[in-house]
């Protein structure tokens, strides 16, 4: 099982963007990755997910803002978030699922999180 850890996260004035980043201890080339968040009294939540072929999967809250992309070499996914809105703070967290023929599963291996805050 590949240990994670997110950064980048902060404190963002709305309209402004953060970029997460989610570091594996080994390869994630072989694991479908995911970001999801959790808000205060919510569930988590599936923000976007990028399976082993490439192909990238989009909330619609977020569609058209927040971008996921991965680099094997560095054991490494990202999120670059766009114009972040009153409705994104939550702490992020990343995930190294499974490849179900092209189809991401979150698994129980996630990392600790990264809080992320817009101000008004």
């Known amino acids: 099982q590949v240990q994670l850890e997110e950064s980048g996260g902060g404190l963002v004035q709305p309209g402004g963007s953060l970029n997460l980043s989610c570091v594996g201890s080994g390869s994630i080339k072989i694991y479908g990755m995911g970001w999801h968040r959790q808000a205060p009294g919510k569930e988590r939540e599936l923000v976007a997910d990028?399976?082993?072929?490439?192909?990238?999967k989009y909330a619609d809250s977020v569609k058209g803002r927040f971008t996921i992309s991965k680099d094997n070499a560095k054991n490494t996914v990202y999120l670059q978030m766009n114009s972040l809105q009153p409705e994104d703070p939550a702490v992020y967290y990343c995930?190294?699922?499974?490849?179900?023929?092209?189809?991401?599963?979150?698994?129980?291996?996630w990392g600790q999180g990264t809080q992320v805050t817009v101000s008004s």
């Open positions: 990028i399976n082993t072929m490439n192909i990238k």
């Open positions: 995930n190294a699922g499974y490849d179900y023929g092209g189809v991401v599963r979150p698994s129980s291996n």
